[in-house]
């Protein structure tokens, strides 16, 4: 079956625009988790999903950067007036429901790689 | 901050050697995790580990997680080319938390 795809692959924008980078998690999955990777780093989570609900989003920079469910399936990450520092792999996962302190098997996007000039 | 600290951070090896990669807390975890990302792709589960003290075995793969659940450690026999890749441990607490990352690469 199709796996997580994340669109677009790459973006490269101007600093002070907005970008949205989306996820299209696997079908029946119930969670949907956004991380940032720094090249030879592991993921640093950013916020995750159950269905619609945002469950946890502390892990988001500052306020420029939001996500969303609507439907508890796609997801969008929106980064407002983008920085330079915000160049990096933005990489969605999806999993059947988790709920903090348990585990389960995470499956990753490819990523979109962002690059703000 | 990061939870999980990984050692060494960058290993490169001959192919057949063997190598252990350690991953180091403060916190407890009721379960880690690793995975292995190859470049341009990402992150792949290898296994999960539950119990303190729980050894797992995953052909040339050896997991064990500590006693006290705070650390782990990844051992590969007779490591090969097709091993290369960027290996990371895992924890779950309110949040997902992934370990610092250890480069491998095997020489043929």
């Known amino acids: 079956g199709a796996g997580v795809s994340q669109s677009p692959r790459y973006k490269v924008t101007k600093r002070g625009q907005d970008v949205a980078l989306r996820c299209d998690p696997i079908?029946?999955?119930?969670?949907l988790y956004w991380y940032r990777q720094a090249l030879g780093q592991g993921p640093e989570f950013l916020t995750y999903f159950n269905y619609e609900a945002q469950q946890d989003k502390s892990g988001l920079p500052n306020d420029r950067f939001s996500a969303e469910r609507p439907e508890g399936s796609i997801s969008t990450l929106t980064i407002q007036r983008t920085e330079q520092r915000d160049s990096a792999m933005y990489r969605c996962?999806?999993?059947?429901?988790?709920?903090?302190?348990?585990?389960?098997?995470?499956?990753f996007g490819p990523g979109t790689r962002l690059t703000v000039l | 901050t990061q939870l999980l600290e990984q050692s060494p951070q960058f290993l490169s090896i001959q192919e057949g050697e063997n190598l252990t990669v350690y991953c180091n807390s403060s916190?407890?975890?009721?379960?880690l995790q690793w995975y292995r990302q190859e470049p341009g792709e990402g992150p792949v589960l290898l296994v999960t580990v539950v119990t303190g003290g729980e050894v797992k075995k995953l052909k040339r793969l050896t997991f064990q997680f500590g006693d006290a659940r705070k650390d782990s450690s990844l051992h590969i026999t007779a490591a090969q080319p097709g091993d290369t890749g960027l290996y990371l441990c895992?924890?779950?607490?309110?949040?997902?938390?992934f370990g610092t990352g250890t480069s491998l690469t095997v020489i043929p």
């Open positions: 996962a999806s999993s059947l429901i988790w709920r903090g302190g348990s585990y389960n098997e995470q499956f």
């Open positions: 895992a924890g779950a607490g309110n949040q997902f938390y």
């Open positions: 079908s029946g999955h119930v969670s």
């Open positions: 916190s407890v975890f009721s379960s």
